[in-house]
């Protein structure tokens, strides 16, 4: 049980992490799956099911009508099929009004970074523009477990 609370907490800090860099990157969060407090004032929608699966954050930047999807993973997260299967769904939504493919940032813990670039690689996603990630020291992390 504790372990599956820590992933909880790694999960959402994660998360909130994604969500200030959407927001650096002028994306407005229109719904979360999680703890909406951490990230807004206001109460959120669940993000839609894209495809066979519902990512954790759903961003729309107004100006450019461009849609950023948001997808917290922890390292053991990393490692199911389900993971491979929602990058690569998500990687491939392409919004129809301007012929674009939504933007997708992952999100990780950085002892997982090479495992998170390896499977980029294998999905032949690595260096496309619309795929970035970002990640979280373990200091926060096991911070945030600790507290529990």
């Known amino acids: 049980m504790k372990d599956d609370l820590m992933a909880t907490k790694a999960h959402q800090l994660i998360a909130g992490v994604i969500a200030r860099k959407m927001r650096e990157k002028g994306y407005e969060i229109i719904s979360f799956d999680g703890n909406e407090k951490i990230i807004s004032?206001?109460?959120l929608d669940l993000p839609p099911k894209i495809k066979k699966h519902r990512p954790d954050i759903l961003g729309v930047n107004f100006h450019n009508k461009m849609?950023?999807?948001g997808e917290a993973k922890t390292e053991n997260d990393l490692k199911s099929k389900r993971t491979r299967e929602e990058f690569q769904d998500f990687s491939e939504v392409l919004?129809?009004?301007?012929d674009k493919k939504c933007e997708l940032i992952i999100g990780i813990p950085k002892k997982a970074e090479n495992l998170?670039?390896?499977?980029l690689l294998d999905l032949n996603l690595?260096?496309?523009?619309?795929?970035?990630y970002v990640w979280v020291p373990e200091e926060l992390i096991y911070e945030e477990e600790?507290?529990?």
Not at 126 to 132: A, Q
């Open 41 to 43: 004032k206001i109460s």
């Open 67 to 69: 849609i950023c999807i």
């Open 95 to 98: 919004i129809n009004e301007i």
């Open 116 to 119: 998170l670039r390896k499977i």
């Open 126 to 132: 690595l260096n496309k523009d619309n795929v970035s």
């Open 146 to 148: 600790e507290c529990i």
